[in-house]
């Protein structure tokens, strides 16, 4: 009977994902609790398709695209919510059953903004990115190991990964007196590991730089200044819909690039940038902008005048992260448009970015 009536009424249902268990709640189109249980993993998918088409919200967490896929291929409509937009509609405390009921009540909301699904091979593209961003920081991590270590027996090198070739060949230097045989053996395998590192980084480089030349949105974004291969093929695998910023500063904002805001009785307060949205992107946008502003006094072009006046009254790291957040207005512009990046076009947004 109760299979029946959640069949013949249900409208709108919120998931909790989990490892193992989904919590769910579902209401009918007048608001009316009709649903609330658990449903094992296993059980999801036949769960979903004996139900009506309806409207079904879930945070947008890990396996959120993954189960989004699978669910709107039984015919529902799936929204994913951030988790930061979820937590007002939290009652009292929180638990899976709370949060799925928090869920249900969110996806209602015609203000609510959603994340658009990714497809499978928009993730694996991250995922070459995720593993990439892992590996360097391992070998980054062996790099410091290296130095922390030689530097004990007075051996030392400029800074910068280019440098490190003096440690190594130290190290593979038998008759190099100044480094024990016993302190030689203990190196050797974190040398042997970061040159394995030093393979596999280059092999996702090569992956990554096809699937850039494959895509031509891919190629449009490296054609802004400050934007390579990586970032730009970063960015297409992140944001699958552009139309839903309304504006640059929307984007630039959901990468964390906008000023804090503690604005009260019409005065407005600035602070710091808030760092919200996706680290791993904000952080590209900030070391391309520090490229292009270490070349911007031997560069004449017009797009580098913008940056030249702003190294002129401003620190210059103030400066590198204030040039990004033009990178990035300029980036959901080639993305709206569907045109490759103008030098004449983008002095329009730099008074907005500053």
């Known amino acids: 009977m109760e299979k029946t009536t959640t069949q013949a009424t249900v409208a709108t249902i919120g998931i909790d994902l989990a490892k193992r268990v989904f919590q769910i709640h579902g209401i009918d189109s007048s608001g009316k609790v009709v649903i609330r249980r658990a449903v094992k993993r296993r ?81 694996g593209v991250l995922m070459l990115h995720r593993v990439r961003e892992l590996l360097v920081g391992q070998r980054t991590a062996l790099i410091n190991a290296l130095r922390g270590h030689l530097a004990e027996f007075g051996v030392v090198a400029p800074q910068g990964a280019r440098h490190v070739a003096e440690l190594v060949a130290v190290i593979a230097d038998a008759g190099d007196a100044r480094l024990p045989d016993i302190a030689r053996g203990a190196l050797a395998p974190l040398v042997a590991q970061m040159q394995r590192l030093e393979v596999e980084i280059s092999h996702l480089d090569r992956r990554l730089l096809a699937w850039h030349r494959a895509d031509a949105t891919s190629r449009r974004l490296a054609t802004i200044p400050g934007i390579g291969p990586v970032t730009a093929s ?85 400066a590198a992260v204030a040039l990004a957040n033009k990178t990035a207005r300029i980036a959901w512009a080639v993305l709206a448009r569907g045109e490759a990046y103008q030098a004449g076009k983008a002095s329009a947004v730099a008074p907005e970015a500053a």
């Open 43 to 123: 059980e999801v998918v036949a769960f979903a398709a004996r139900l009506p088409a309806c409207l079904i919200g879930m945070e947008a967490c890990a396996t959120a695209h993954h189960w989004a896929r699978e669910l709107a291929r039984l015919g529902h409509e799936v929204k994913l919510i951030p988790p930061a937009y979820v937590k007002a509609y939290v009652r009292r405390q929180k638990n899976d059953t709370a949060d799925a009921a928090a869920i249900c009540e969110a996806v209602t909301r015609p203000a609510m903004r959603f994340v658009p699904v990714k497809s499978a091979e928009q993730q």
């Open 234 to 318: 970063a960015i297409v695998a992140s944001v699958t819909d552009p139309s839903m910023f309304n504006s640059g500063r929307e984007f630039a904002a959901f990468f964390g690039l906008v000023p804090r805001q503690s604005s009260s009785g019409g005065k407005e307060r600035l602070g710091r940038i808030s760092k919200m949205g996706d680290r791993y992107i904000r952080k590209l946008l900030v070391v391309g902008a520090t490229a292009v502003l270490r070349y911007a006094k031997k560069d004449s072009s017009p797009s580098q005048a913008w940056a030249k006046a702003l190294l002129q009254r401003k620190p210059f790291k103030v």
